[in-house]
Nanobody, 116 residues
Framework: VQLQASGGGLAQAGGSLKLSCAAS????????MNWYRQAPGKQRELVAT???????CYADSVKGRFDISMDGAKNTAFLQMNTLKFEDTGVYYC???????????WGQGTQVTVSS
């Protein structure tokens, strides 16, 4: 299983970035795609989830600013991040859940840095 995340980088506060996560090598059906982040000195947190039933869930800190979506045909998830804040800085990880397994698959992470 490979999860290739991209789209991170440097943005100014108030700006936008769009992250992508391409999943390959997954033989089972995806039940959910998630984005986690870890800010410097803080614990990793769940930012957004999109289930196979198209249900979404967001951390309170990003509601109304971030949008998770997926291209099912390409097994690619996206995280559109708008109105970025300094506190959005961190390493963002794509995580995939699949049916029939308790194991989650993690990508390598992509750095997002927001300058204030």
């Amino acid at each position: 299983v490979q999860l290739q995340a991209s789209g991170g980088g440097l943005a100014q506060a108030g700006g936008s970035l769009k992250l992508s996560c391409a999943a390959s090598g997954i033989s089972a059906s995806i039940s959910a795609m998630n984005w986690y982040r870890q800010a410097p000195g803080k614990q990793r947190e769940l930012v957004a989830t999109l289930t196979a039933h198209s249900r979404t869930c967001y951390a309170d800190s990003v509601k109304g600013r971030f949008d998770i979506s997926m291209d099912g045909a390409k097994n690619t998830a996206f995280l559109q991040m708008n109105t970025l804040k300094f506190e959005d800085t961190g390493v963002y990880y794509c995580v995939v859940d699949v049916y029939g397994s308790d194991r989650a698959f993690w990508g390598q992470g992509t750095q997002v840095t927001v300058s204030s």
